[in-house]
């Protein structure tokens, strides 16, 4: 697919881009050549390939969940200016 000088003004218009006029001819081929990789991709046949989530196919092992740390609730909340029920209070900055 080819685009024009025109094509390009109108799409910078849509995304609301500002390209100067003498960056146009390079949007044109860039732009065009970007769509012409589309179209051979769109032409491939892949009416028998089944989608796929991974291109490797492969599961991630995964280990064991288990506590491996000890609770240290205590010795932190000892350490706390004020703690109530297991919380830290701490002084209210919003009014």
């Known amino acids: ?8 003004k109108k ?4 995304a609301r881009l500002a390209i100067d006029d003498a960056d146009i001819e390079q949007y044109t081929e860039n732009l065009s050549g970007i769509l012409g990789l589309v179209e051979q991709m769109e032409a491939a046949d892949v009416a028998d390939i089944e989608p796929m989530a991974n291109a490797q196919d492969a599961t991630q092992r ?8 000890t609770n240290h609730r205590e ?11 297991g919380l830290y209070l701490v002084p209210k900055v919003l009014e």
């Open 62 to 69: 995964l280990r064991d969940d288990v506590v491996t740390e």
């Open 11 to 14: 799409i910078s218009h849509l």
């Open 1 to 8: 697919m080819s685009l024009t000088a025109a094509d390009i």
């Open 75 to 85: 010795k932190f909340q000892a350490l706390a200016p004020v703690t109530e029920a």
